[in-house]
């Protein structure tokens, strides 16, 4: 699941979060944790402009440093990054901060990876926006090298040159998985040919089968044998019968029935589902989460 609190875009977040401690997020956080979530996340936009701030918010936490502090509060749930837009940052500065992450919590990063949507923030950062694409293509490229298992990691690109700076310390994977967010035919031709997994962003149900079917014959034509990991952003949820309204898209009722409708994810192709939670309080989303895990979870497979 992504973290609540960490950012508050209308589209999603709940009110009581504008007032939420960070006490209230390690509490969510462990919550996860203990009760077996495989990964959490946190977004990443440095500045939000005028234009854009009443419907995104300017609350926004930094991920790496949000999920390194939340790193020594778990033990076993992974740490992703969705989406860190690393084509803001040089891929040597990207790869010091998410190698520190992967080596203080023990190897539970995973790198996701999106290409932004905001001109304003490349702007001031003097990136140039509409080459956004090609630039975060090779930023995968050499963040691959960068998070690789040599001290003195080497790439020559056409943007982002590296070679004989040394850094320690290294992740703690020998691997460290990139996934690549995102809908858009670019980025599922970029999760097809460079990642290890994608992750859609908005697909509805009726349309993830055909961009699942794209991302695999993608994949088979750049031969590409090694398995990617396919994800998906569920409904919203709320298990049982609500006593307040939660919108006529979130699905409620009964955990088998949840799960039931959860299972069309696997059939059509889906590895993992990324969930989120209706609530009007930090108990009752651990509530929420705790119920999940008990009672829908373990159907989900079967």
Request: hydrophobic share 40%; net charge negative.
């Amino acid at each position: 699941m992504q973290l609540p609190i960490q950012s508050q875009s209308t589209l999603y977040a709940e009110p009581w979060e504008a007032q939420a401690s960070v006490d209230d997020l390690v509490e969510i956080t462990r919550t996860a944790d203990h009760s077996g979530f495989a990964y959490l996340a946190s977004c990443d936009h440095v500045a939000i402009p005028h234009r854009l701030a009443e419907a995104m918010s300017t609350t926004w936490y930094d991920p790496v440093a949000t999920l390194s502090f939340l790193a020594a509060a778990t033990e076993n749930v992974r740490l992703l990054s969705h989406v860190a837009i690393v084509g803001l940052r040089h891929p040597l500065l990207s790869a010091k901060q998410y190698a520190t992450l992967d080596h203080l919590s023990g190897g539970r990063l995973i790198l996701g990876v999106g290409a932004g949507h905001v001109p304003e923030e490349f702007e001031a950062l003097g990136v140039d926006f509409t080459r956004r694409g090609p630039v975060l293509d090779e930023a995968v490229d050499a963040l691959k090298a960068a998070l690789g298992p040599e001290e003195y990691p080497e790439h020559h690109g056409k943007r982002f040159e590296f070679s004989g700076l040394g850094q320690l310390p290294r992740p703690a994977q020998t691997h460290v998985p990139i996934w690549v967010g995102g809908s858009s035919p670019a980025a599922v031709r970029r999760a097809a040919t460079r990642a290890d997994g994608w992750l859609p962003q908005g697909d509805p149900r009726d349309k993830l089968p055909a961009q699942i079917a794209r991302l695999r014959r993608l994949r088979e034509e750049a031969g590409i044998a090694d398995p990617i990991v396919v994800g998906a952003i569920t409904e919203a949820l709320y298990i049982g019968e609500p006593g307040w309204s939660v919108g006529r898209r979130t699905l409620t009722g009964k955990p088998q029935a949840l799960a039931e409708s959860l299972r069309e994810y696997g059939a059509m192709g889906v590895d993992q589902i990324q969930v989120r939670f209706r609530s009007r309080s930090r108990t009752e989303l651990t509530d929420q989460m705790r119920a999940f895990a008990t009672d829908v979870a373990p159907h989900l497979n079967d």
